[in-house]
């Protein structure tokens, strides 16, 4: 059983190496910013709170954030292995999500912690291009002037609300006041392994997967 937990600022790559561990380690993904995005499509309350914390580039507040992991704890993750992807970003959450483990005698197996400078994670941000069917991330600069669709299905490429410059600059802020100190909680436990995200990302998947192949060897 793998739990894993990938940390990292935003733009780090953890959707990017998520969609490749899911389809090698046959785990389930959870980012609760893919979550808090369909919330919002749907026009859900919970979506509809969350929105102007999301485009302004700052954390939803967390008894939100922490009800939606919950029932996903409680339903889809139940008893299988699985990816938490910006999740958690607070030491409340971190908490929470630690009860949970201990009442059900789980633990977490590894936490990944995507190191990306920061020059990069702006360009990365500001050039991203997500296919609104199937999920696929690119980055604008591949195309020049080829029209902006998804290589695996043909649809068009949208810019998400918060890779805006100021939205971006705003998020990585808050990651260094409000999240990165998280990386002590979980260092203090054992369980905070640093990974180079530099590279490309089959590059930075062969580091991920190299600890894991190691990780699983002694399970
Ligand atoms: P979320 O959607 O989680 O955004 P984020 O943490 O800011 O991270 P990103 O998704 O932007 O980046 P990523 O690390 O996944 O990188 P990616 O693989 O896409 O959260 C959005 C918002 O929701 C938050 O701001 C907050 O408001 C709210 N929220 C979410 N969770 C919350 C929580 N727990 N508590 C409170 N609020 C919460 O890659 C980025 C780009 O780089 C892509 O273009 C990709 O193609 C490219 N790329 C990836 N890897 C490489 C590589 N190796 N080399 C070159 N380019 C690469
Ligand atoms: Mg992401």
């Known amino acids: ?5 990938l940390f990292g600022a935003p733009g780090s790559g953890k959707g990017t190496q998520s969609a ?3 389809q090698r380690y046959n785990l389930i993904h959870l980012s609760t910013g893919d979550l808090l995005r369909l919330a919002i499509q749907a026009n859900t309350e919970q979506g509809l709170f969350a929105k102007s ?16 992991v919950l029932e996903q704890l409680k339903t889809t993750l139940h008893g299988k292995s699985f990816i938490l992807d910006g999740f958690p970003r607070t030491l409340a959450q971190a908490e929470m999500l630690d009860a949970f483990l201990l009442a059900e005698n ?5 936490v990944f912690d995507l190191k990306v400078p920061e020059s990069s994670l702006v360009d ?8 609104q069917v199937c999920g696929t991330l690119y980055h ?14 043909g649809q068009p490429l949208l810019k998400r609300p918060d890779d805006s410059m100021e939205a971006v600059t705003n998020r ?4 260094n006041q409000q999240t990165a100190p998280l990386k002590e909680y979980y260092a203090q ?3 905070l392994t640093p990974v180079s995200g530099e590279g490309t990302p089959d590059e930075v998947f062969k580091r991920i997967s190299d600890v894991l192949d190691g990780l699983l060897k002694t399970q």
């Open 140 to 153: 604008a600069s591949r195309f020049g002037s080829q029209p902006l669709v998804c290589a695996k299905d």
């Open 172 to 175: 990585l802020s808050v990651f």
């Open 189 to 191: 436990k054992g369980l």
């Open 106 to 110: 789980q633990s977490l197996s590894k």
């Open 20 to 22: 490749l561990l899911v």
């Open 53 to 68: 914390f999301m485009d302004a580039g700052r954390l939803v507040p967390d008894h939100v954030v922490n009800q939606i």
């Open 1 to 5: 059983m793998l739990r894993l937990i």
């Open 124 to 131: 990365r941000l500001t050039g991203r291009l997500t296919c």
